[in-house]
């Protein structure tokens, strides 16, 4: 079973600023929701990283990466830790 990889943003569920990496702190693009109920937080970086394992342990995987593509170069991400 393979779990669902959503890249349509639902406004309810978007991932805000105030949403962090779980791994180092940056601002996360990438929300996982585990078989076990629970729920991991990504920046870019490291949902790829995580990305093989995180598709075995996933119900959801909600990957807002792509609005990297459309900010600046400057990563933001890291001025507000
Ligand atoms: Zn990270």
Redesign the pocket.
């Known amino acids: 079973m393979r779990p669902q990889v959503t890249t349509a943003l639902a406004p309810s569920s978007t991932l805000s600023a105030a949403d962090r990496?779980d791994?180092?702190g940056?601002q996360a693009y990438v929300r996982v929701t585990l078989t076990s109920g629970g729920e991991l937080l990504?920046?870019a970086?490291?949902g790829r990283e995580h990305s093989e394992k995180l598709r075995n342990i996933a119900i959801t995987i909600h990957d807002e990466t792509g609005r990297l593509d459309a900010a600046p170069a400057v990563s933001a991400a890291e001025d507000e830790q």
């Open positions: 990496c791994r180092c940056a990504f920046c970086h490291h």
